[in-house]
């Protein structure tokens, strides 16, 4: 097994805001991965599917080490941070008495990384359940 070894996938300047996609970061953050790929195949929230393309990708870098094995992967860390306005700009829309009213067009930057599991470290779906 790797010493703590991980693997990073990013998807910068995505086409949503970073508040609504950190509702779906928090769901899958320390999960493994089989668990959080299918929880984003059948979330509802329109970032599910910008995490579900990036996650894939980690874990096709992590795949690229023989040395890894791919069923034993948990999301390490999973964030989406602020990225620019769209064309770094405002956009204008009519408001009353022939007023304009700026609105931002914003993105993020979504970053999610993969390390493989170690035999000590309890699982976040175990936490907290009596047996």
């Known amino acids: 097994m790797s010493e ?6 990013k998807h910068r300047y995505a086409r949503i805001t970073a508040r609504k996609a950190r509702l ?4 899958i953050r320390g999960r493994s991965v089989n668990e959080a790929l299918e929880m984003l ?13 990036v996650l894939k990708s980690a874990v096709a870098n992590a795949s690229l080490d023989e040395n890894i094995n791919v069923n034993r ?12 306005l769209l064309n770094n700009r405002l956009r204008f829309r009519p408001g009353p008495q022939g007023r304009a009213l700026p609105f931002a067009k914003r993105l993020s ?14 699982r976040k779906d175990m936490e907290g359940r009596k047996s």
């Not at 930057?109 to 309890?122: G, L, N, Q, W, Y």
């Open 41 to 53: 195949e059948f979330a509802p929230q329109r970032g599910a599917g910008f995490y579900l393309k």
């Open 4 to 9: 703590n070894k991980e693997f990073v996938a």
């Open 24 to 27: 779906i970061a928090d769901l």
């Open 73 to 84: 992967l948990v999301i390490s860390e999973c964030k989406a941070d602020d990225g620019p």
């Open 109 to 122: 930057h979504i970053t999610v990384r993969v390390r493989e599991a170690s035999d000590a470290e309890p």
